[in-house]
C-alpha cells in the first residue's frame, strides 16, 4: 500500500499533525493539506500541495486525516462552511485523529457514512515525541474493513495499533487512557515533591524508582522533566484538562464516579489559574508544589 501513491489529505498541522503527515508523505503518497497554523516547511518542500479549505483537501484526497484540538474543532472542519463533508464523494474515507468527545464523534460518523464514505476515530497516544518517531499508540473505532484498508497507513505514525470498536469506541479508549496518564502523572508528582520536601535527592529517588514495581513511562519522562524542569510543551496541559473534562462529562451520562479523576481534573484547573496551561502537561506538579511551597528542584 505505500508504494501505490495514495490520494491523502491532512488538515490540522499543529505539534503531532505536522510530523504524522510528514511520515506518510515521506512513504511515497501524494499529501493535500489544510491548517490555520503556519504550515512547516519541510511538508511543501517534499511533495505536499496546500489546499486553502478543508474542503479542497477531501476534493483531492480520497482517505482524509483530521488532527484538531477539540470537538467544535472537528464540527467546524467536517461540516463548516467549506468542510469536508461538502467535499466527499462516494467512497471516500474520513479519519479522525483528534481527541474528542465519543458522543460526538459517533454522531459525526453517522454524518459522514450517509454520504456514502467511511470513518474512522483514531485518537493517538505518545506526544510530540512519539509523533515524531512514529510509535504513537493508535486507537480505532469503526469497521473492521475500513480499519484494514487504513492500517498500512497508521503503521506509517505508530506502532500499537488497535481496532477497539465500532465508531466512538476509539474515542472512549483514548479518554481511558488519558485518565491513567493524568493520574500518574499526579502520582509521580506527589511522590516527587514528598521526597524533595523530605530532604531526599529526588533524582536518585526517581532512579532508585525506575527499578522497582512504581517504574512507568511516565516516571521515566515525565519524573525527568520535573527534576529538570523542561515543560515545554509535548503535551499542553490545557488539552489535557479538555480530555479529563470530557471522562468527567462522560461520567454523568453513565451515571458513574471518577473521583481520582475530578482531582486530577482540579490539579489542572490550578495550573491553568497559575498561568501553565500552555505548559507540558507534566507542568502539573507546579500544583503540587504550590500547595506545598516547595518545588521538585530549582528552576532553571
Not at 479549505?53 to 474543532?73: K, L, N, Q, S
Not at 479529563?244 to 475530578?262: E, F, S
Request: proline letters at 5%; one cysteine or more; glycine letters at 12%.
Amino acid at each position: 500500500m505505500t508504494k501505490s501513491g495514495l490520494k491523502l489529505g491532512f488538515i490540522g498541522l499543529g505539534i503531532m499533525g505536522a510530523p504524522m503527515a510528514l511520515h506518510l508523505l515521506q512513504a511515497g503518497h501524494m499529501l493535500f493539506v489544510n491548517t490555520l497554523s503556519k504550515v512547516p516547511q519541510d511538508l511543501p518542500d517534499k511533495g505536499a500541495t496546500l489546499c486553502t479549505t478543508a474542503r479542497g483537501v477531501a476534493e483531492r484526497a480520497d482517505i482524509i486525516f483530521v488532527m484538531v484540538p477539540d470537538t467544535p474543532d472537528v464540527e467546524a472542519v467536517l461540516f463548516g462552511d467549506n468542510g469536508v463533508a461538502s467535499g466527499l464523494s462516494k467512497g471516500k474515507t474520513v479519519v479522525d485523529c483528534s481527541s474528542i468527545d465519543p458522543i460526538a464523534t459517533r454522531g459525526f460518523a453517522k454524518k459522514i457514512q450517509a454520504l456514502g464514505c467511511e470513518w474512522l476515530d483514531a485518537p493517538v497516544s505518545g506526544g510530540e515525541v512519539g509523533a515524531k518517531a512514529a510509535s504513537l499508540t493508535i486507537m480505532v473505532g469503526g469497521e473492521p474493513e475500513t480499519f484494514d484498508r487504513v492500517k498500512p497507513l497508521f503503521d506509517l505514525m505508530g506502532k500499537n495499533v488497535t481496532l477497539v470498536g465500532g465508531p466512538g469506541d476509539g474515542q472512549v479508549c483514548k479518554v481511558a487512557n488519558q485518565i491513567i496518564v493524568a493520574l500518574t502523572i499526579a502520582a509521580v508528582g506527589e511522590a516527587l515533591v514528598f521526597a524533595s520536601k523530605a530532604g531526599a535527592d529526588p533524582a536518585r529517588v526517581r532512579a532508585a524508582l525506575m527499578g522497582g514495581f512504581a517504574s512507568s513511562r511516565i516516571l521515566e519522562v515525565h519524573g525527568e522533566r520535573m527534576i529538570k524542569r523542561t515543560f515545554a510543551p509535548g503535551f499542553r496541559i490545557a488539552l489535557h484538562q479538555k480530555d479529563l473534562n470530557l471522562a468527567l462529562q462522560g461520567a454523568r451520562t453513565l451515571g458513574i464516579a471518577l473521583p481520582q479523576t475530578a482531582g486530577a481534573a482540579q490539579l489542572m484547573q490550578s495550573c491553568v489559574a497559575l498561568g501553565h496551561g500552555h505548559a507540558d502537561h507534566s507542568a502539573l506538579v507546579k500544583a503540587l508544589e504550590a500547595m506545598a511551597q516547595h518545588p521538585v528542584a530549582p528552576d532553571a
